[in-house]
């Protein structure tokens, strides 16, 4: 079923009016104000799909409530004031990207300016699965910080790139690929970044693997067939019928790339085709020919353009 868009946007200073929006957007309840000072809440939120990206801002008296955290995984980020919770008798301050707790917790806030991501839990496990190759993988997340500086970074630029040049931009996200991509992008990240039964298990696979130039073969082949469809890493092993750290190695080993990489370099050939066969007078332009092939960042597929094919795609455009 193709996603779409949803958008919303919302403020008030009724204290009644934002805690009912609390509640339904992020299952927080029995909340306690208090009694000094006033109350100021501004929410803004876009996704597609399993996806949400949420800017909350609440102001005014600190104030502590109960959520229940089943069913979503949701990372946050606290840009300013103060966010601090409890669960299982574990209290934790909240200062770069962390996992919020995936069970019923109790939290504090005052002054909150706070970035978050959710995605619906099962999605998350079922793209886990597709990426191990085994239906009956169980995802279980064992800590709450990503599991180095590094991974932090990673998954802090991540979300950025999505809330700052994908989401805002309505003429990108009408691209099926590019709304399929960034949903795979983010939870991939997720996946890579926060500690979990899914990198135990990745490790276990990468140690044991053994890999053939006949999967990557296969994989190649696939690649071409399905290039204008939603297809990731997990879609290409299943096809080479290797894991897909497995087919990473094999790749590596016999192309000098990944599975990823040969399939942007299949889609930077195919938005040469489609600029060599267009006629500029008709209105067609790099930009849409790039959004429909998947490329969302002008300055970026440029230069991979350029080093592809030797030249600017305005060029070819005009060619």
Known sequence: ME????????????????????????????????????????????????????????????????????????????????????????????????????????????????????????????????????????????GDRPISSAMARYWTATVGHLGRDLLPHEELMR??????????????????????????????????????????RRAVAFIEVHLEEDIGLAEIATAARMSPRGLQTAFRRELGTTPMGRLRDARLDAVHRALLAADPGTGVTVETVMARWGFVHRGRFAAAYRERHGQNPGTTLRA
């Open 3 to 142: 996603q779409q868009m949803h958008r919303t946007a919302f403020t008030t200073r009724d204290p009644a009016e934002g805690l009912a929006v609390l509640d339904k957007v992020f299952a927080v309840r029995e909340v306690r104000r208090s009694p000094c000072g006033d109350f100021r809440m501004a929410l803004s939120s876009a996704g597609t799909g399993p996806l949400r990206h949420e800017h909350l801002r609440l102001g005014g008296s600190s104030a502590a409530g109960s959520t229940d955290g089943t069913g979503v995984v949701r990372v946050g980020h606290v840009r300013n004031g103060v966010l601090t919770a409890t669960s299982r008798g574990d209290r934790f301050a909240r200062r770069g990207p962390f996992l919020f707790p995936g069970r019923p917790f109790s939290s504090r806030w005052e002054d909150l300016d706070l970035v978050t991501v959710s995605l619906d839990r099962s999605a998350v496990e079922a793209h886990a699965r597709r990426l191990l190759a085994d239906e009956r993988f169980r995802l279980e997340f064992t």
């Open 175 to 216: 691209a099926p690929l590019i709304r399929a991509e960034a949903v795979r992008c983010l939870t991939t990240a997720l996946l890579q970044t926060f500690p979990s039964s899914f990198l135990e298990r990745s490790r276990a696979d990468a140690d044991g693997s053994s890999a053939g130039a006949s999967g990557v």
